[in-house]
């Protein structure tokens, strides 16, 4: 190739993989001197060496892609084990057993729990005295 070659074919690189580092480079012609993109029937211009690089990058894409798929499912089946917990109740009762233990925080948790369950059930006993009264009205 000519330096004029040279230089054109170097700007065409820069031009269309410019993400490219200099292993990617490097192992693409060495997959190519392993003639893995074909046969170069001793000769060597740019349009031989884009195709190198066009093949390479459809490998580097190939990889990545696979990788990403791989890490996006490891981190959904990571999601789901996590989903396994205590029912409010379970969680009820845990307190219960810390409070008989001696546990203050437990014991804070647990009047919470209490006046929380205390108010919503009068709420629900007042909807549905309301409820009863509308339909005495009827």
């Keep these: ?4 070659q040279v230089a054109t074919t170097v700007d065409l690189i820069i031009e269309e993989y410019p993400y490219m580092k200099t292993d990617d480079f490097k192992l693409c ?5 392993k003639m893995k993109y074909g046969e170069n029937y001793n000769r060597i211009d740019g349009s031989i060496i884009m195709g190198w690089l066009r093949e390479y990058n459809k490998e580097r894409c190939a990889v990545a892609d696979n ?4 890490t996006h499912k490891a981190k959904l089946s990571g999601e789901t084990n996590f989903t396994s917990g205590l029912s409010y109740e379970e969680y009820r009762n845990e307190l219960k057993l810390r409070v008989e ?4 925080e437990a ?5 919470l729990s209490n006046e929380i369950i205390s108010y919503l059930n009068k709420r629900e ?6 409820e009863g009264d509308n339909l005495l009205e009827h």
Excluded: I, V
């Design 107 to 111: 014991a804070k948790a647990l009047s």
């Design 101 to 104: 233990q001696g546990d203050e």
């Design 29 to 33: 012609f060495k997959n190519a001197m």
């Design 67 to 70: 990788q990403s798929w791989n």
């Design 125 to 130: 006993n007042g909807k549905q005295e309301a």
């Design 1 to 4: 190739m000519s330096a004029t």
